[in-house]
């Protein structure tokens, strides 16, 4: 499932709304790769911009959804660059306040896909006590994008792909 470690490799948890961007979708498109855009949380670009490292690797969770849950995983393919959704004027993320001078929001690109065999649902995150730490699991905890341990990460992949 995984590349071999690395010392400098972080590990995130990504939230989409799967009838917006799912896994499958991108898993559907050309070279299968995509820019996460549209992020508008200070918090979640500063992640993008100031930690994700090309390689990183990410649980793709489903969110909104029924059930919301961890559909698979993906990676940090390109580094993060200015969101051009910011500067379309149709795009829902416009924002007038940021140019292409002088870039407000940014985003990476995902990509090499991999959805697991069993999709692992909020509430049986909620269940495992080794997992009982990550941020999606506590009270109050909205952010889109969020720091996981390499533990975490490899239990939920355990988690996905156990037959």
């Known amino acids: 499932m995984r590349s071999a ?11 989409t709304e799967p009838d917006v961007f799912s896994l499958q979708d991108l898993t559907a498109r050309p070279g299968q790769r995509e820019l996460w855009d549209g992020v508008r949380n200070y918090q979640a670009r500063n992640f993008m911009t100031n930690d994700m490292k090309v390689g990183d690797l990410v649980l793709f969770y489903h969110s909104n959804a029924d059930p919301s ?4 995983i993906a990676e940090i393919i390109e580094p993060a660059l200015p969101d051009p959704s910011a500067w379309d004027k149709n795009s829902e993320y416009f924002d007038p306040k940021s140019t292409p001078e002088q870039p407000r929001w940014f985003c990476v690109a995902v990509g090499k896909p991999q959805l697991f065999k ?46």
Not at 7 to 14: F, G, S
Not at 127 to 149: C, D, F, N, W, Y
């Open 5 to 15: 470690p690395s010392a400098a490799r972080k590990y995130w948890l990504m939230k």
């Open 69 to 72: 849950g961890v559909a698979g």
């Open 118 to 163: 069993n999709f692992i649902s909020l509430d049986e995150l909620r269940t495992h006590a080794a997992l009982q730490e990550m941020l999606v699991l506590k009270r109050g905890q909205r952010l889109s994008i969020q720091p996981v341990t390499p533990q975490e990460f490899d239990y939920v992949c355990a988690l996905g792909m156990k037959s």
